[in-house]
């Protein structure tokens, strides 16, 4: 069964500050990795998609890297502003197409 | 912009009642999933949906139970309601590119 664990659980930057959040998961047989955000009381928002083959992912600010072999993702957020506080979720997506997710990291960006 | 939606939104009732919590997709995704999550926990997969008359339980245990009759919409039913079953139950849709899009979610509350 898959194992996904995000760590810190919870983090406070400052604003402009870089923001690094790990995600690691014990199967690496995986098909895809996902990153997800939620704000309070909401849905997901899907930031980013990594498939098995890549190494990473971008998309404006962000930035994801996957290897595979240890079991890790890595999400980056560049300059990190006020509107970036929320929790940051990452999703392995087996190889039979389920999702297993994380806890979550909840970001507070302070201004 | 991913078009799910579900109502309602928040439901408070009361012991032994049956509810059935509604989720809709105007995207035309085959693949349609419910999840539940509890405050500052993981999503868990309750259950998933690959079309028409078809219909899986997911990895946790839940005494509730889904139809799908129709491509576009997912409605899930709780015959009897109990306190345990509070929680935040969440809908979601697959695209062609396995990215999962979420609707808003639904907070019940069983006194």
């Known amino acids: 069964k898959q194992e996904v664990t995000q760590i810190p659980a919870a983090l406070s930057v400052p604003e402009g500050e870089n923001l690094v959040l790990n995600c690691s998961f014990t199967d690496s047989a995986i098909y895809n990795l996902q990153w997800f955000r939620q704000d309070p009381g909401k849905g997901l928002t899907s930031l980013l998609l990594i498939q098995s083959s890549q190494r990473e992912q971008t998309s404006g600010r962000l930035n994801a890297s996957l290897d595979k072999s240890s079991g890790r993702s890595t999400l980056y957020i560049a300059a990190s502003q006020p509107g970036d506080s929320a929790t940051y979720l990452c999703a392995a997506c087996s190889n039979d197409y389920k999702l297993s997710f994380g806890a979550g990291t909840t970001v507070t960006v302070r201004a | ?111």
């Open chain 2, 1 to 111: 912009e991913a078009d799910i939606y579900q109502t309602p939104r928040y439901l408070v009732i009361g012991t032994g009642k049956k509810i059935t919590l509604e989720c809709s997709q105007t995207m035309g995704h085959d693949k349609m999933y419910w999840y539940q999550q509890d405050p500052g926990m993981e999503l868990h997969l309750i259950h998933y949906s690959y079309g028409v008359n078809s219909t899986e339980k997911g990895d946790l245990s839940s005494e509730s139970t889904v139809s799908r009759i129709r491509t576009e919409h997912f409605p899930l039913t709780l015959e009897s309601a109990r306190p345990s079953h509070t929680s935040q139950y969440l809908c979601a849709s697959e695209g062609l590119g396995y990215e999962q899009y979420f609707g808003p979610g639904t907070r019940l509350t069983v006194t």
